[in-house]
T-cell receptor
Framework: NAGVTQTPKFQVLKTGQSMTLQCAQD?????MYWYRQDPGMGLRLIYY???????DKGEVPNGYNVSRLNKREFSLRLESAAPSQTSVYFC????????????FGEGSRLTVL | AQSVTQLGSHVSVSEGALVLLRCNYS??????LFWYVQYPNQGLQLLLK??????LVKGINGFEAEFKKSETSFHLTKPSAHMSDAAEYFC???????????FGSGTRLQVQP
């Protein structure tokens, strides 16, 4: 039972470099999310995808792009990394609807120097 | 707009003592409320949720929470703390028609022997 799988788990970048965080879920969920977690700020939504082929901005989308490659996969791209993007990134998924549980990956810790 | 306030970024209790973690929400429509727990270096796991019906909700590991509409609160309690309860706890809110959860800033629970 893999659930939600994120790669890589750790990454160090230099300012201006680009990278993609990968996320895959095996629960046949329609909705997928990317959050970032920073100390004292909880989790903030970056982007989400309500279904395959759709993506929407969350509260902190600047500096990020996403791709819903298929129903299973939802990637997050940093085109030109900045130190302010140093954070722990979580991918999550859930079934369609508002009352369902969010299932989280284990997180990707990104440091931008 | 919805928001969640968790009072107390750090709470320390003795083993066997009552655990009380506070959560107040702001929502103009009936909310759906969640508590998640995060153990070190892991993703978030659902503890319990309130959608409709009974306002006292029981979750895993002996935790429960009560939805109080008049107080706009959803505080998390456990009668007797265990060392294994040491973790960070997040309250979250959403509602019908909204696709994502809004999280509070989190409360780190320490359990002293």
């Amino acid at each position: 039972n893999a659930g939600v799988t994120q790669t890589p788990k750790f990454q160090v970048l230099k300012t201006g470099q680009s990278m993609t965080l990968q996320c895959a879920q095996d629960m046949n969920h329609n909705s997928m999310y990317w959050y970032r977690q920073d100390p004292g700020m909880g989790l903030r939504l970056i982007y989400y995808s309500a279904s395959e082929g759709t993506t929407d901005k969350g509260e902190v989308p600047n500096g990020y792009n996403v791709s819903r490659l298929n129903k299973r996969e939802f990637s997050l791209r940093l085109e030109s990394a900045a130190p302010s993007q140093t954070s722990v990134y979580f991918c999550a998924s859930r079934e369609t609807g508002n009352t369902g549980e969010l299932f989280f990956g284990e997180g990707s810790r990104l440091t931008v120097l | 707009a919805q928001s969640v306030t968790q009072l107390g970024s750090h709470v320390s209790v003795s083993e066997g003592a009552l655990v009380l973690l506070r959560c107040n929400y702001s929502s103009s429509v009936p909310p759906y409320l969640f508590w998640y727990v995060q153990y070190p270096n892991q993703g978030l796991q659902l503890l319990l949720k309130y959608t409709t019906g009974a306002t006292l909700v029981k979750g895993i590991n002996g935790f429960e929470a009560e939805f109080k509409k008049s107080e706009t609160s959803f505080h998390l309690t456990k009668p007797s703390a265990h060392m294994s309860d040491a973790a960070e706890y997040f309250c979250a809110v959403t509602h019908t028609g909204r696709r994502a959860l809004t999280f509070g800033s989190g409360t780190r629970l320490q359990v002293q022997p």
